[in-house]
């Protein structure tokens, strides 16, 4: 916290008031995180019933507020499975999606960066183009192009996300090693004998890695987002997984007389994500005082 | 300008030579192409000679120049499933994209110009607080359940607009509000920053000490010049209008290229899903081409770098 404390004490109590606020915001980010993380690690313990258990008896039971019976607090979907407890075990594989594409992309798009950030050699060139080419293709139209190509399902969902996240990280640290590669003490390292390895892994990486870890923070909500969004249309997660964009697809056809199928999973990610940008935006504040505003 | 706009459209044309480039080496992932080209129940025989006739015997870079050839004559095969031209199928269908997109857009800058320059004018005030976290949950909801949402209070409870469909202005308003949030939160925040930044500027404090009314000093003077960098996040942005186009169209069921795409993929019709990619990233980059010559033209320092 001591970095907090010197950035709160100059000037008047004006920005010591800000800090606490910003630090303020920041936790309600953390609290909403935290809140899906503890969901999905202990969903066996927290969900009532089984997620993927069908109940034909009582299919489209209305949830608490409405039905006054506490056996399904947010109702059943068409099948006569429990929302929250799918909305529970949903959590599991929101995170674990997102977190591996967030790993694929950074590890990807890292090496690639560093490679031609500090060995240039028509490399940097090579990888400059290829990152042109890639975001001047919408990246659904993207995911779309290479679901076509492997299919519909989990590991490639998170394939088309991760291998297409890569651009953002390149861009970002091959930037950064421009900027550090002539600075004195990365010369001096150089002069001094030291490997390329131990030059990059030593002195370049530890000053670029706090903008590693902005961009996966704020990167990780948008990767969730749109891997709910390609389950939604079909094309991620396969049923009966509880997935929560293949939830609100799945109260589609009861819609009508079933708002809560869809719209609670809709909610959940809603929550999540905002969870993750809240804190990103925080962290960012917090790493980088630079770019507050 | 000249040396700027022969440059930029050199690399526009760099690029969209990438894009059909990364399509076929995309095609090329799945092992055997052929296989993406054909209906599932093709015999062994029908896919060996489709593959002759393809040119998929022959060595890679020789099937890379047929397909170039291919491209150029916008000839990139039929479609599996309704027959005739793939790339006429999807350029039929682009228009009621454009026009959802460009509607969207129209609403996102409606919503999101006054709350930036008002959240800026403002800031730290209730008005910027409230409008922050619009901006912020705009970002964060997901396109489809916003959709749906809309559709549930809009047209099944209130019954104000139609749930699907592609008619007049009335179709478009639901679709059009679920595409425009997202980019109107992203163009708030920015605008909103750009706005804080500029109103702290000398010649801003100048224009307040010349005694000029408040009107003049924030459209003359601070709005002009944030316009700029906005601009260029309006190519981004239609790019992301795009993107979402495709799950916009398929909640509301609106017979755009999107759906087309989607469907052509669940129907495993290769040939539609790669001239909607390679439409896609021609719209796109001809976008980016505009706005960029657009932002050289209001800014004459970027022609020099």
């Keep these: 916290m001591s970095t907090v404390a010197a950035v709160a004490r100059p000037a008047s109590g004006r920005p010591r008031l800000w800090i606490i606020r910003r630090n303020a915001t920041g936790l309600a980010g953390l609290v909403l995180v935290v809140g899906v993380v503890v969901a999905a690690v202990f969903a066996p313990v927290i969900a009532p019933h089984n997620p993927v258990d069908q109940d034909i008896m009582n299919r489209l039971a209305p949830p608490v507020w409405d039905s006054h019976d506490w056996s399904w607090i947010l109702g059943t979907d068409a099948l006569g499975r429990d929302v929250l407890s799918r909305i529970v075990y949903g959590a599991r594989v929101s995170l674990f999606i997102g977190m591996t594409v967030v790993a694929i992309s950074a590890t990807v798009g890292v090496t690639l960066g560093l490679a031609a950030g500090y060995y240039g050699r028509g490399l940097d060139m090579a990888l400059m183009r290829l990152t042109d080419v890639q975001l001047a293709m919408p990246t659904t139209v993207l995911y779309l192009a290479v679901i076509a190509v492997l299919g519909p399902g989990l590991r490639n969902l998170i394939l088309a996300l991760g291998f297409t996240g890569w651009v953002e990280y390149a861009r970002l640290v091959y930037g950064q090693v421009l900027a550090t590669k002539h600075r004195q003490f990365i010369e001096a390292a150089g002069a001094l004998g030291a490997s390329d390895r131990r030059v990059i892994m030593k002195h370049v990486v530890p000053n670029i890695v706090s903008s590693i870890i902005i961009m996966s923070s704020l990167q990780l909500g948008r990767k969730i987002l749109e891997a709910a969004g390609l389950s939604f249309l079909g094309l991620g997660v396969q049923p009966p997984t509880p997935d929560w964009g293949i939830m609100v697809s799945e109260g589609l056809d009861s819609l009508e007389r079933a708002w809560w199928v869809s719209t609670l999973p809709g909610l959940a990610i809603l929550v999540l994500v905002l969870g993750t940008n809240i804190f990103g935006d925080w962290l960012r504040d917090y790493l980088d005082p630079q770019m507050r505003r | ?305």
């Design chain 2, 1 to 305: 300008m000249l040396g700027y706009t022969v440059r930029r459209i050199a690399f526009s044309l760099f690029v969209v030579f990438g894009v059909v480039t990364l399509v076929f080496f995309l095609s090329r992932l799945s092992g055997d192409p052929a296989l993406l080209y054909l209906p599932e129940q093709a015999t062994p025989q029908q896919i060996a000679a489709f593959r002759h006739q393809l040119g998929l015997d022959r060595p890679l870079i020789m099937q890379y120049v047929m397909y170039l050839d291919q491209a150029v004559h916008l000839n990139l095969g039929d479609s599996l499933r309704h027959g005739g031209s793939a790339a006429r199928l999807v350029f039929g269908r682009m228009n009621a994209t454009l026009e959802l997109a460009a509607f969207a857009f129209v609403i996102s800058l409606t919503i999101s110009v006054p709350m930036g320059i008002l959240s800026a004018i403002y800031k730290d005030s209730l008005v910027d607080a409230a409008a922050r976290v619009l901006a912020l949950i705009g970002q964060c909801t997901p396109i489809f359940w916003l959709g749906i949402v809309l559709i549930l209070v809009f047209a099944v409870r209130l019954h104000l607009f139609p749930t699907s469909g592609r008619g007049g202005l009335t179709h478009l308003v639901l679709p059009g509000v679920t595409l425009g949030t997202y980019s109107a939160g992203f163009v708030m925040r920015i605008l909103r920053a750009e706005v804080i930044t500029i109103l702290g500027h000398d010649y801003v404090r100048t224009a307040w000490a010349k005694g000029l009314r408040k009107p003049r000093v924030y459209i003359r003077h601070v709005l002009k010049n944030a316009g700029i960098p906005v601009l260029t996040l309006v190519g981004l942005q239609l790019g992301y209008l795009l993107s979402g186009a495709v799950i916009t169209e398929f909640v509301f069921a609106y017979p755009g290229m999107g759906r087309l795409a989607l469907a052509a993929i669940l129907e495993r019709d290769f040939p539609v899903v790669q001239v909607f990619a390679i439409f896609s990233g021609c719209i796109m980059t001809t976008l980016n081409l505009a706005v960029d010559l657009l932002y050289a033209w209001f800014d004459p320092r970027i022609r020099l770098t």
